[in-house]
């Protein structure tokens, strides 16, 4: 069992809030990343973080901004959320090794009224 | 990272092999396979992985043809919690490549009684 986290599993909420979406994970793992999926379609990811204080911009171009201060916790925030932004949003992490065995969290399915 | 073709969709009779096929023809000499599979929406899942020769675990068998264009993901006794969405991945396992995984369409894997 993989030991990730994502609160909350669902969030609906009105234009213009500023939301946190949470991610924790307790296997010390240096790599974290977050994943954007709309239903039905392809995961595509939109941030990730090789360690404390690293964070880089994904393959998918996202309005959203992250952060790393401490290694277990990798929030991802939306300083005004728009109905666009509605979709389902991974984290997962990985040690630093060439394994490629990424952990994923259930998911935080997001939607903007 | 090479490219990998799947089949959007399958069926499988519950308790027979199901067996998942991907092209990657223009796999490089350094890049992996990776198997990942998603149940409804759940963050995917570590099945397995390998470079040249075949591999097997709890989960899953992997087969890779010798030229290493093409692998099939065998799952021996198919059972209805296998139903799921099945990615096929090639990645250069790299310290620098930050373990980024690219997800396309994968299969879809219907088991049915």
């Known amino acids: 069992e993989a030991d990730i986290y994502q609160t909350p599993r669902y969030l609906v909420i009105g234009t213009g809030k500023k939301i946190t979406l949470e991610c924790s994970q307790t296997m010390g793992h240096d790599k974290m990343y977050w994943y954007q999926q709309d239903p039905g379609m392809e995961l595509h990811l939109i941030h990730y973080s090789y360690g404390v204080n690293s964070t880089e911009k994904g393959d998918l171009s996202s309005e959203s901004t992250v952060s790393r201060i401490r290694t277990e916790h990798f929030p991802l925030t939306l300083e005004s959320a728009r109905p666009s932004h509605t979709s389902q949003y991974l984290c997962?992490?990985?040690?630093?090794?060439?394994?490629?065995?990424?952990?994923f969290g259930e998911g935080s399915r997001l939607t903007v009224l | 990272d090479a490219k990998t073709t799947q089949p959007p969709s399958m069926d499988c009779a519950e308790g027979r092999a199901a067996n998942l096929p991907c092209n990657h023809s223009t796999i490089s000499g350094n890049e992996y396979v990776y198997w990942y599979r998603q149940i409804h929406s759940q963050g995917p899942q570590y099945i397995i992985h390998g470079l040249k020769n075949n591999e097997t675990n709890e989960m899953a068998s992997l087969i890779i043809t010798e030229d290493r264009k093409s692998s099939t993901l065998i799952l021996p006794h198919a059972t209805l919690r296998d139903t799921a969405v099945y990615y096929c991945i090639v990645r250069v396992a790299n310290y620098n490549a930050g373990n980024m995984l690219t997800f396309g369409g994968g299969t879809r894997l219907m088991v049915k009684p």
């Open positions: 997962a992490s990985s040690e630093w090794s060439n394994t490629g065995e990424l952990f």
